[in-house]
Structure formats: structure tokens, C-alpha cells
């Protein structure tokens, strides 16, 4: 995984992972593993699955050329609620770009340095040779 600062601003991680690398080969298949993670997990609890691709496109909006899918998983981790401001930490969710040859996982960083680790150690277990890239 990647840890770089996006606009400046928002610290997220991100891979890219070759299909020819991957256990999985279809959205769909990726999303129910995230689910049995989030399940095995006991401070998570699954939220939704946004098509973003789905709704740019109902918008006749612009979407790069070669993207076959882009979806986000959105689940929560959170056990307290100490102050008003954690709230916006929350939900969180992981980007699920499909391209023709690889998919491309991103989130951006929480609070909570053990949820990072989750996220990337799940994402991680979608590899059949494990990388840094």
C-alpha cells in the first residue's frame, strides 16, 4: 500500500493490484469478501455499496477511459463516540476501481491507526503474491 496526501490535504493509502495477482476476478466477489471481513470484525458493521460508476453514468458524466467499474464499500468501525468531532471520520469506505487489467483499492486514512492496518491487511489478502505497490 501507498500512503500519499491527496488535494494536498486528505492522507489515503491506495494499490494497484494486476488481476493476473488477484484471487478474486469480479466486483462482485471482491465486495462479499470485504463483507465477511467487516462480519468477522467486531467493532465493524457494513453499511451499503455505492455504484459511483453506475450513478456518473446516469449523470452523463465523465468517466476515464478504460474504468470497467468503480464502487465503494461503506462500513463503519466505531465503538465510542467520546466527542462530536470523531463523527466525521465515519463512515468509512473503500474504493473499488476495475480497469481492463488490474483493480485499484483506495481509503483514506482514519484516526485510528488499527483500523488502517485492517483495511490494508484485508485488501492485502486479495493478493496472490503479496506486493508494495
Known amino acids: 500500500m501507498t500512503r500519499s496526501i491527496l488535494l494536498d490535504t486528505h492522507p489515503m493509502y491506495a494499490i494497484k493490484i494486476p488481476k493476473s495477482e488477484m484471487n478474486r476476478t469480479a466486483v462482485p466477489e471482491i465486495i462479499d469478501y470485504f463483507k465477511g471481513k467487516i462480519e468477522e470484525n467486531p467493532e465493524a458493521v457494513f453499511i451499503t455499496v455505492f455504484d459511483h460508476y453506475a450513478h456518473t453514468r ?16 461503506i462500513f463503519c468501525f466505531g465503538h465510542t463516540i467520546k466527542n462530536i468531532d470523531i463523527l466525521a471520520f465515519r463512515p468509512k469506505s473503500i474504493a473499488i476501481a476495475e480497469t481492463e487489467d488490474s483493480f485499484v483499492f483506495e481509503f483514506l486514512e482514519t484516526p485510528r491507526p488499527e483500523v488502517n492496518a485492517w483495511m490494508t491487511s484485508w485488501i492485502k489478502g486479495l493478493q496472490t503474491t503479496e506486493t508494495d505497490s
Open 58 to 73: 446516469e449523470l452523463n458524466g465523465e468517466i476515464m477511459e478504460g474504468l470497467v467499474s468503480a464502487q465503494n464499500l
